[in-house]
């Protein structure tokens, strides 16, 4: 049994109380190595997300290095993971960001990023929009109503343009962000509203954004820059294409993931041809959150219990960790890559068929669902497992510490830490207490 240690508020195993000899791994986790993962369970405890700042600034190079003909702005769409040291060394990369509540903005801005750095494509509004405008942000209006309250508050200003140009491409509504199942940006049959309310408060597009979501081929990109290309024309005044994010990351060995440099070949080319048709240069953007991240981030936890439902049913393993800390297998059937670090070992490396589960008291907190349906259960080939070992969920810097069921069955807020280039290994955020969970109650 793990000796249990007392934090304020929280229990967790003290891994350090198994350990007797670590062996070397069948398969290894992506960034760290068995005696890390020990040293960062021993000093912070698990659960606890840890991101590779050298795989953050080798990303965020080959987003830099994006092919452009005329100028350039790589952004970080923060929501993907919004901890102020990542947005730091992004920040220091020379990476500007994209905001996508009026919050994250601010939130950026208390990390140090100038406003001027910050381009706001919101779903809800900010009440606060001329304040962030004032201070220097950027923001793209996302819908009618925010065209015309940016109109009415400020007349004759700047503005970016979020079009829906009828495309998409992720793989069901919930990661689709274009076309017609999707609610974001301005549906490009409405553009005349648009340009009504622009004239009607002469108000400057200098920006055309879509954000579509086009995965990782080439000819999608194209298709998505041309089609966006064709709704710049309309808009003489306009002198930034932006294309947002969605470059695919492949997670799973078998998933196949973006090469930049060949994704901008075809936008490239599409831009050269727009200055020579039109003579205008057009400053490219994209903003990438998954690409910038995803791989650079795990989630290590403990193995809690070990459970079986015999020979008609399955092996479980139960995790430290769960939809209250990775929402993306919940959400959409995600699959992400999992490495057991066996602590005490006394069996040899033979691996077993389990079903890999949270800590929630949620059937649906399944960390190894079927890939084509989110409740449906698929055993996953692993190290054999015994309760007190670690387990590596990588693929976990996207939209994991930033999307979780907070605070779900009460379990705490996990910490982060960054694994910096020296191979020093930082806390970038603490375990939350039993008393900041509560600490808004108002009790009778
Ligand atoms: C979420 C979002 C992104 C980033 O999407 P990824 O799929 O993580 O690359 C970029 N731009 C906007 C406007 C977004 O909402």
Not at 58 to 67: M, N, Y
Not at 180 to 186: A, E, L, M, N, T
């Amino acid at each position: 049994m793990a000796r249990r240690i007392h934090a304020p508020g929280y229990f967790f195993v003290d891994p350090l109380a198994r350990i007797e000899k670590l062996g070397p791994l069948m398969s290894e986790p992506r960034f760290l190595t068995a005696s890390q993962c020990k040293d960062i369970a021993g000093r912070f405890g698990t659960p606890v997300y840890v991101y590779d700042e050298a795989g953050l600034k080798r990303s965020a190079r080959k987003v830099l290095d994006f092919p452009r003909p005329f100028g350039f702005t790589g952004r970080y769409a923060m929501k993907a993971c919004s901890n102020a040291a990542i947005l730091q060394v992004f920040h220091q990369m020379g990476l500007e960001m994209d905001a996508s509540s009026g919050f994250e903005a601010r939130r950026a801005m208390r990390a140090g990023i100038p406003a001027q750095h910050i381009s706001l494509s919101a779903q809800e509004f900010p009440n606060d929009f001329v304040d962030l405008l004032r201070a220097g942000i950027s923001i793209n209006a996302c819908s009618l109503k925010q065209l015309r309250a940016l109109g009415e508050a400020l007349p004759g200003n700047r503005v970016g343009l979020r079009i829906n140009p009828g495309l998409g491409s992720g793989s069901s509504h919930k990661t689709n962000v274009g076309g017609p199942s999707s609610s974001f940006g301005i549906w490009h049959e409405r553009l005349p509203e648009a340009k009504e309310i622009i004239g009607r408060f002469d108000l400057e597009v200098f920006r055309i954004h879509t954000h579509i979501g086009s995965g990782s081929d080439p000819a999608v990109w194209q298709k998505s820059a041309l089609l966006t290309l064709g709704q710049v024309e309309g808009f003489p005044a306009a002198t930034h294409l932006n294309l947002g994010g969605g470059f695919k990351v492949g997670r799973m060995r078998e998933e196949v993931g973006t090469d930049l440099s060949e994704v901008g070949v075809p936008i490239k080319a599409a831009l050269e041809d727009f200055a020579r048709l039109t003579g205008r240069k057009l400053h490219l953007e994209i903003e990438p959150g998954t690409f910038l991240v995803a791989n650079a981030g795990c989630l290590l936890a403990s193995v809690e219990d070990k459970t079986t439902t015999g020979d008609e049913g399955h092996v479980f393993l139960k995790l430290d960790a769960g939809m209250s800390d990775i929402l993306r297998p919940t959400l959409y059937a995600a699959q992400q890559p999992m490495t057991v670090v066996p602590l005490a070992k006394k069996s040899g490396q033979e691996m077993e068929s389990v079903i890999v589960v949270g800590h929630c008291c949620e059937s649906g907190d399944l960390l190894t669902p079927d890939p084509s349906d989110p409740v449906r259960l698929k055993e996953r080939s692993l190290v054999r497992a015994e309760i007190g070992d670690l387990m590596v969920i990588d693929g976990a810097g996207a939209y994991c510490a930033a999307m979780q069921a907070k605070n779900y069955n009460s379990f705490p807020e996990a910490p982060e830490a960054l694994l910096r280039e020296s191979g020093e290994i930082t806390l970038i955020r603490k375990r939350q207490t039993l008393d900041q969970i509560v600490q808004n109650e108002v009790p009778l």
